[in-house]
């Protein structure tokens, strides 16, 4: 099942960008078996190399199966689910018997844990899902595979082979039907930095975060004066301002990321997207009845901890290999603040030129803020009942 | 909304674009994450995953079942190797699926690396190599198979037809001559004017072939739906449109079922602006993929556009993409034209076309390099083409065309597989 963090990334995603959703979802059209290619035949072998684990995924074509063990059990040409799972025994056999996996120097034993079914481009393949026991933390891996060669020589098996986060591919044919993989150790420096990367693209894309933070920013440059905003008089009080509610808000969030990716405290998920919503609709609606009265880096730190669960869901769904925990932390982290710093950094200096202007007086803190309240009302709507208010 | 204001043409070209846009955005998102789709758990025992190609023909099946059984008790038995190898053979070309190839080849898996295996072995290894593209090891075998047997008519075909592609038409021509006491009339003046309609003598074998084939009517369906085939591929080149269709006609009416001369006569369609009739008559061949690059053409000029034209683009992009991976070499034409007409990527589509003239050298070869090389606009990468059309004093007006604006300039965008205007 997904999560409400996954759910979310998903809807902004197709919010920012409605034109690559589009396309995304054309190339999903693309794999409903209406269009099967006549293609020489392939299976797609996949193996994850972790620290104390290997799962592998293996998809082989119905078409191949049928020639090599026979599953259309009624001849009438047309292969159904029931009749693959009726032979699901003999498919796990055929395929096991025809793949060895030394991890080091012990043999790989493999155990299927799952069978699906999948659609590529010349038709449903069945999917086996294993895992490998044997050798936990493998320098190197030898695949011997041999499924299918005997009756089609042209067959080839294309492996992915993903080890501590480093990618190989190969392809198994009949000369070559042996290979050996050196896996490397994990490369911390990569980790750290892609982990980064999350951070950054998390905050990116993650709407409700940045809405939070510039409707938190948009009176920074502003003062009130006889209940009227006006603008400040110089860079330095603004720039005070901001630095503030910037600080507070990363504290928070960073003290809540690290407690939720620790395990020491855990929140549902749907209560913390709700409550994200909420504070992105009171920080908006605050510009239009301040009630925080100067105190928005108080604000900023007290939802800055809901805000941290938020991104602590997001990290969670990365999956964490243990032992890479605290890289994983900081590099998310900081990936998050370069992200939340690059924002602010175009923020600032618009806000402050445009400071003294009815348009931003007027039309983007009143009017701004009136839409962004309106959208993450509803967001929050949508999160608390789990219904769709927003097209996007 | 903005389109309503613009004028019909104006907003469906502006779509047009943005669709060719969103596919080479999908086949970028793709390029990512090649074939990564999601496993699912059907929900009922009735549902069907998967309908078998066999289904239409299975008489034919039950004839490969038997002689697959005969054959896995007595694996080593020449005869019923040969013949279950030839029936699968015949069954990659009707059903133009590779997967037969496969199984012909482990049919010969006793003899597949042997260096000199029986002379009906070796014509039939030759053609399932030739049908890889592994044009030096078939033409290797060919020629062991023609010293052990010199009156092996397959054998000369097969050797005529490979060194056609390969551009070497004298030697083509000398491999045709010994049919004249091996073969039919028809198949023998059908090799000869094939490769002398490409080296200078196109109206000479064109008249030929035609008065051969009146002579011949009686010919196997076959072999006249050869010389048909043959005959309008001369036409075109010629620029007899009309005489052009009425042999595509002649040939489609034998109703063989044959990819080849349903791509050419798509291929005439495409140049003549009539997509329409492309979508009509390749609407049940989209599984074969040089038969849905053609589909996938024509709609990019319908309009309205279809609705499959996307899914059809990522389609053909995951088939490119997964006979790479695989290390093969049979597509690289159409990749080619693929990544030009529909990508317009054409330093991409040069590169490709570049390779598959190295493999390849047939009118169809040379033009998708031609057209590659004006849209890259990049002169030099031609010069190989230039300098083989005039060698062999090939006569086509498409390419003497593509040819002229090399020395007209630059300038002229991709033409989308269609006749320049």
Same mark, same amino acid.
């Given at each position: 099942m997904r999560t409400a963090a996954q759910r979310r990334l998903a809807t902004r995603w197709s919010f920012r960008i409605g034109l690559f959703a589009f396309w995304i979802a054309a190339f999903a059209v693309s794999i409903i078996p209406n269009v099967y290619a006549h293609k020489p035949s392939d299976s797609y072998l996949s193996l994850q190399v972790d620290n104390t684990t290997t799962i592998g995924q293996w998809d082989i074509a119905l078409r191949d199966l049928e020639y090599a063990?026979?599953? /259309?059990?009624?001849? /009438?040409?047309a292969i159904t689910w029931g009749e693959l799972r009726a032979r699901q025994k003999a498919v796990e056999d055929y395929a096991l018997s025809r793949l060895h996996l030394r991890l080091a120097d012990s043999v790989g034993r493999m155990r299927v844990t799952e069978l699906l079914v999948d659609n590529h481009t010349d038709g449903a393949y069945a999917v086996l899902r294993f895992t490998v026991d044997g050798g936990s933390s493998p320098k190197t891996i030898e695949i011997t595979y041999r499924a299918l060669f005997d009756i089609d020589p042209q067959h080839r098996g294309l492996l992915r082979l993903v080890a501590h986060g480093q990618t190989q591919t190969a392809v198994f044919s009949p000369d070559n039907a042996t290979q050996r993989f050196e896996?490397?150790?994990?490369d911390g420096g990569k980790q750290f930095l892609s982990f980064a990367w999350e951070g950054i693209w998390h905050i990116w894309i993650g709407f409700d975060h940045i809405l939070f933070l510039i409707a938190l920013l948009l009176p920074a440059v502003l003062r009130r004066e006889n209940v009227r905003w006006r603008g400040v008089d110089g860079f330095a009080p603004a720039f005070a301002n901001v630095f503030k509610i910037v600080t507070a808000f990363t504290l928070a969030h960073s003290i809540t990321l690290s407690l939720a990716t620790l395990g020491i405290v855990r929140l549902p998920s749907r209560w913390v997207e709700s409550a994200i919503a909420a504070s992105v609709v009171l920080a908006a609606l605050n510009n239009i009845y301040p009630f925080f009265h100067g105190r928005g880096w108080l604000v900023a730190f007290g939802f800055g901890l809901v805000h941290g669960f938020g991104f602590a869901n997001v990290l969670l769904d990365l999956g964490l290999e243990k032992g890479a925990l605290a890289r994983a932390l900081v590099g998310f982290n900081l990936g998050v603040e370069a992200g939340q710093l690059a924002i602010v950094g175009v923020f600032l200096p618009l806000a402050y030129g445009l400071r003294a202007t009815w348009f931003y007086q007027r039309l983007t803190l009143k009017f701004g803020s009136l839409c962004v309240a309106l959208i993450a009302s509803s967001w929050m709507l949508e999160r608390m009942f789990g219904f769709r208010v927003l097209p996007f | 909304m903005a389109m309503a204001i613009l004028s019909k043409s104006s907003s469906a070209r502006i779509r047009s674009r943005w669709l060719d846009f969103g596919l080479a955005v999908s086949v970028c998102l793709g390029a990512v994450e090649p074939g990564r789709t999601t496993p699912f758990t059907p929900s009922?025992?009735?549902?069907? +995953?998967e309908r078998l190609p066999a289904k239409t023909s299975s008489a034919d099946l039950l004839i490969l079942r038997r002689a697959r059984a005969a054959l896995t008790n007595d694996p080593e038995n020449l005869q019923t190797s040969l013949r279950l190898a030839r029936d699968y053979i015949a069954k990659s070309r009707a059903e133009s699926d590779p997967r037969y190839l496969g199984y012909a080849q482990a049919t010969l898996a006793p003899w597949w690396d042997s260096p000199d295996p029986p002379v009906d072995i070796l014509v039939l290894r030759a053609t399932i190599r030739q049908s890889n593209h592994d044009f030096d090891n078939a033409l290797a075998d060919l020629a062991k198979a023609l010293k052990a047997d010199p009156a092996n008519g397959q054998a000369w075909l097969t050797r005529a037809t490979i060194l056609q592609v390969l551009g070497e038409y004298d030697d083509a021509k000398r491999a045709c001559l010994p049919l004249w006491r091996l073969a039919s009339e028809l198949i023998t003046v059908t090799c000869a004017s094939s490769i002398a309609s490409l080296s200078g003598e196109a109206a000479r074998s064109y008249e030929l072939l035609d008065r051969t084939l009146e002579r011949n009517f009686n010919a196997a369906a076959s072999e006249r739906l050869w010389a048909l085939t043959v005959l309008a591929e001369i036409a075109v080149r010629l620029g007899r449109d009309t005489e052009a269709e009425s042999y595509f006609r002649r040939a489609l009416a +034998?109703? +063989?079922?044959d990819g080849y001369l349903l791509g050419a006569y798509a291929d005439f369609l495409l140049d003549h602006d009539r997509p329409t009739e492309v979508t009509d008559l390749l609407k049940d061949e989209t599984r074969v993929d040089g038969l849905l690059l053609r589909v996938t053409l024509a709609e990019k000029s319908l309009r309205p556009q279809p609705a499959a034209f996307t899914a059809h683009g990522s389609a053909l992009r995951e088939r490119f993409a997964a006979s790479r991976q695989r290390g093969d070499k049979v597509h690289r034409r159409e990749e080619a034209r693929f990544t030009l007409h529909l990508l317009n990527q054409p330093k991409e589509a040069l590169r490709l076309a570049k390779e598959n003239w190295t493999i390849q050298r047939e009118p169809a070869d040379a033009r998708i390099l031609l057209e590659s090389a004006l849209a890259a606009k990049d002169p030099a990468s031609a010069r190989p083409v230039m300098d083989s059309l005039e060698k062999n004093h090939l006569e086509d007006l498409e390419l003497a065309k593509l040819a002229s604006q090399f020395n007209t300039g630059f300038g002229v965008p991709p033409s989308g597989g269609r006749k320049p205007k």
């Open positions: 063990i026979g599953l /259309d059990a009624n001849n /009438d040409g896996l490397g150790t994990p | 009922d025992d009735h549902q069907v +995953l +034998l109703e +063989l079922r």
